[in-house]
Structures are given as structure tokens and as C-alpha cells.
């Protein structure tokens, strides 16, 4: 599987991005999807996660309410839409897949996932 992500920029702080993911093979649709992110100087953060069934999502708590994941199966892809956006969003985002049916809380962890794209930069301004 190959994912390739897009839909960063630049954007003032209360802003909104969407981020695409696009991923490649006949089988997305049996794949969880998370979405991660990455300061300079910081690990690598979950942000969301999308269980295998498609009905099941999962935030950080510091995105709740502001983020949402969702997908589209027939086109392979998945999206992270970003509403009111704050500088400490400021981070280049990563998509990952997992091909493991597991707990959907278990998707916050990096080493559950099989897949990674090669990110996307985010920065919000204030």
C-alpha cells in the first residue's frame, strides 16, 4: 500500500485545511487509517484514527471537536478536515494504514500502523 498525502498550506490561525490521503491497492476499504503529526524537536503525535469497519473514530484530546477523519472508499482515500486551527497545529502530518483489525484505542500508537505516507506540511499563523 502506498499513501500519498496532500492538502497542506499555510493558513491564520481559526482557519480551516482539509488533508487528503490517497492510498494505493483493492483493499482500503478493509484498512484503518490514522492521521499523526510531527513538530521539529518533538515525537510523532496520533491525532485521529479511523477504525477498519469505517464507523469508529478516535481523537486526541487536543483536537477533539475542532478535527474530523472520515474516508471515501471508492475513492481510496482519506481526509482530515481541520477547523479553527491554533499555531501549536503547526506540524507536518502523516496518514498510516493498518491492515490489524485491534481496539480502535490502540490506533493512537505509531508501531500499530503498516504503512506511512511521506507527509504533508501544515503551519498556522497567529
Known amino acids: 500500500v502506498q499513501l500519498v498525502e496532500s492538502g497542506g498550506g499555510l493558513v491564520q490561525a481559526g482557519g480551516s485545511l482539509r488533508l487528503s490521503c490517497a492510498a494505493s491497492g483493492r483493499t482500503f476499504s478493509t484498512y484503518a487509517m490514522g492521521w499523526f503529526r510531527q513538530s521539529p524537536g518533538k515525537d510523532r503525535e496520533f491525532v485521529a484514527a479511523?477504525?477498519?469497519?469505517?464507523?469508529?473514530?478516535f481523537y486526541a484530546d487536543s483536537v477533539k471537536g475542532r478535527f474530523t477523519i472520515s474516508r471515501d472508499n471508492a475513492k481510496n482515500t482519506v481526509y482530515l478536515q481541520m477547523n479553527s486551527l491554533k499555531p501549536e497545529d503547526t506540524a507536518v502530518y502523516y496518514c498510516?494504514?493498518?491492515?490489524?483489525?485491534?481496539?480502535?484505542?490502540?490506533?493512537?500508537?505509531?508501531?500499530?500502523?503498516?504503512?506511512w505516507g511521506q507527509g504533508t506540511q501544515v503551519t498556522v499563523s497567529s
Open positions: 498510516a494504514a493498518s491492515h490489524t483489525p485491534r481496539p480502535l484505542r490502540d490506533y493512537a500508537r505509531a508501531g500499530n500502523y503498516d504503512y
Open positions: 479511523l477504525g477498519w469497519t469505517g464507523g469508529s473514530t
